[in-house]
């Protein structure tokens, strides 16, 4: 891969960012309690929980994203498999491995697999020991890349070499587990300053292969379904323009929602927020703070002593947009993007018909989802780019190699995500060019020159600043030249 090349300024300042299936894996989500769903008003307000209770089946939940849940759970089995290398014979069996929990339907996955990766503090159990206990299926991350699920064509934006999104994921899984090779080989990698690299998932020209390995699956997974596949409105009967006037019927069984319900909901699921977020302040569904039941991201909101992956956990996205809120500045992404979730399935559920008029309200909500998802991913670009610049600005003394990897290949990562939403407001010519200033390697001090550095430190301070402008994002927290006072 080759590094950035410094570029005109203008490439970046003169880009305007202007507008231009169904899971098998439903199993009942057992946390959902419709007996406490007292908060919902079904002639007037949205409810403050994500709890809705089926129009076909009295006392009955309606709410079901499984599959969502446990596609979560795949990722974060996969990011602590790339953290927690260290007993595998070869780097084939890492890139076996890695590619297990991609491929993971499609490979034999074994629902009675453990789940290894969620950490809890304390006391705090977790309800569920194995995957059976989230899905009644196996599921894989790969089935759900663009190109395999929504007939994605469009070349993959951001990486040399690649087309499709599951050729960088193979990239970057082979990078990691060559470098294991070498390891295992006796060969000791070095950094650009001549130092030993301790991460096997850190390579030699300063790409954190972990980092943009689970940011690029988030985005080409989660975040495309989320938006592009269930939230969309592009081909008759999927989507928002599923049907709402009757029960799904599935295997001659008939569910307890309709489908446009459960479109509506696995979307929610893939937003990775906890039933009852609107209870968490920005630092509890960060995970950085406040309350001791909630300070972890988490809280047993229904008293049984466990934490239910399936109703209890804010992970990804929901994360993701309560740390930019932590920021301040008058921003709540994510209390805006859950409060329109209740309000769009309020909608759906309680609609006595549904017709046009129904239809242009919800695309209305919908439309809101999407755009603030997409603020609170470029916001923590502007967040990386802030990173990478007091990196870059640090004294040789201060300055660390695997910390500067990382935030560039976050700066990286969450970028990448930003090609996976069709209606995105950044069209695709600016999106070659953020990719072209951000490049393929971060410059490192003491290696590159000190024009270069500047230059690229101006470019990626543009790409920044531009950003925050065109995405309505508080002008107080773009940073300084050296990515100080911002995100």
Partial sequence: MKKFLPLSLSIITGLALTACGDDSTDNQDSSTNVEDSENHDHDGDAPNNFTFESRYLEGESSVFYSGQTTRYLLWSELTAAVKNIGDETTGQDVKDLLKYYVDYADVGGAMDDAIESYSLNGEDSLKQSFFSDVSSSAPSLSQKLPENDIGWTTTVKGWSGATTTYEVIDDLIESIGDAYQEGIDGIVRLDPLGNPIEKDYVLENGVDAQQVLQKFINGAVMYSQGVADYLGDDVEGKGILSDNTEAVVKNGEAKTYTALEHVWDESFGYFGAARDFLEYTAEEAAGKGGREDFANAYHDSN??????????INQGYAVTASKRDRAGEGLSLGSDIVSAYLQG?????????????????????RDSILANWERAIAATTVHYVNDTLKDLSMDASEYDFATHAKHWSELLGYALMLQFNPDSRIPGVALDGIYAVIGSAPLIPGVDS????????????????????????????????????GF
Avoid: C, M
């Avoid at 008293?303 to 209890?312: N, R």
């Avoid at 000190?450 to 402008?469: F, N, P, T, W």
């Fill in 450 to 485: 000190e024009s270069d550095i500047q230059d690229y430190k101006a470019a990626i301070r543009a790409l920044g600043d531009q950003l925050v402008d065109d995405l309505g994002l508080p002008a107080s927290l773009k940073g300084d030249a050296n990515g100080e006072g």
């Fill in 345 to 365: 399935r309020h909608l759906i559920s309680t609609s006595e018909s549904w017709g046009e008029t129904e239809l242009g309200e919800l695309q209305e909500i």
């Fill in 303 to 312: 008293g049984d002593g466990f934490i239910d992956l399936k109703s209890e």
